[in-house]
Structure formats: structure tokens, C-alpha cells
């Protein structure tokens, strides 16, 4: 008798292609960079909005804190508008940075025997902060009250325009930041 065996064939694995081709890659590339060339004056927009946003609000905290060791420290604590961080400036040209300092004459200089608090140097070198006073200092007295109040002090990206804030100070000294779109502090 003969014997009929039906063996299975063993089938041989076809291999499966994976990956992409030269061209898919190149149409996802164009498509990724066409997207990313839309996206950038917005993304470079939200960054400014971002630092002035962050520099504004440590410049309210920093006239917070003068106010603050004016009271603690019974005597007078000034915060000029700096250049570079080191020497107040003399007028309402614009500026980066500021200086909060121990000012117990009350001249609204940075003196011999006086000593800074606080320094601030602005994150961006294109930081510009404008006060409307000729001379941007701010002096809180040992009652926390302050002289040359009634301020507005203008922070933007560039002198051309573009994103600003705006810091307002009240008669008494107490500083507020106002809206992202206010133009005036009235």
C-alpha cells in the first residue's frame, strides 16, 4: 500500500518593507518647514510678550521690596532707572536695568556710604524702560510714602513701537501694572 503523506509546504517569509521612500521624506520635510516658516513671527512675538511681561512684573516687585525696606529699615530707599546696572541715569532716555539702594540723604543718587539692595540687569538687551519724569528715581520715605510719585514708567522691546507696558504709580507710591493694552494710566 502506498502510503500518501501530505506534508505542509513551508512557505518562505516575504519580507515586509519598512520605512520611507526619498520622496515622502522630502514632502514631509517642505510641509514641516513651510509650517515652521508661518509659525515664527508669532512665536517671536509671544517671547517678546513673554520678557516684557516678566521684566515689567520684577520691576513692580522690585518697587515693592524698596517700598517694603523703606518701612523696615526706617530711613529713605530709592530705585533709579539704570543703564548698566551700577550708576543711575541722569534723564528719561531709556533704560535697561535699575538699582535699588539705601539712600539715607534723600538726593536720589547713589552715593558714597549708601549700598545697593537690589540690581537688576533686563534679560533682553533690547529692553528699553522709559519713565515720563526727567528724572526716573523713585524715593520712598521711612513712612513708606514716596517722593516723585505719580509715575509712569513705560517698558517696551524697541524704541520703534511694538509690545509694551505700562507701570503706573500711584501719589502715594504704590505700584500697578496695567493691562497687556492700556495707553495711558488714567
Known amino acids: 500500500m502506498a502510503c500518501n503523506l501530505h506534508l505542509p509546504r513551508r512557505s518562505i517569509p516575504v519580507p515586509i518593507a519598512r520605512g520611507f521612500t526619498l520622496l515622502e521624506l522630502m514632502v514631509v520635510s517642505a510641509v514641516a518647514l513651510t509650517l515652521a516658516a508661518l509659525a515664527l513671527p508669532s512665536w517671536r512675538s509671544l517671547l517678546e510678550r513673554w520678557t516684557l511681561r516678566t ?11 524698596a517700598r517694603t525696606q523703606a518701612l523696615a529699615r526706617a530711613q529713605p530707599v530709592s530705585l533709579c532707572l539704570s543703564s548698566n546696572a551700577s550708576v543711575c541715569g541722569s534723564g528719561s532716555e531709556g533704560s535697561s536695568g535699575w538699582l535699588v539702594f539705601v539712600d539715607p540723604d534723600a538726593d536720589r543718587q547713589l552715593g558714597q556710604g549708601e549700598f545697593v539692595l537690589r540690581r537688576h540687569e533686563a534679560g533682553s538687551q533690547r529692553l528699553l524702560i522709559r519713565s515720563n519724569h526727567a528724572r526716573p528715581v523713585l524715593t520712598y520715605q521711612s513712612t513708606g510714602l514716596a517722593r516723585a510719585a505719580a509715575q509712569t514708567l513705560t517698558l517696551g522691546v524697541s524704541a520703534q513701537g511694538g509690545a509694551r507696558r505700562l507701570i503706573c504709580i500711584s501719589l502715594q507710591g504704590r505700584p500697578a501694572l496695567q493691562a497687556q493694552e492700556a495707553v495711558s494710566c488714567s
Do not use: G, M, T, W
Open 55 to 65: 521684566e515689567a512684573q520684577a520691576l513692580v516687585d522690585d518697587l515693592r521690596y
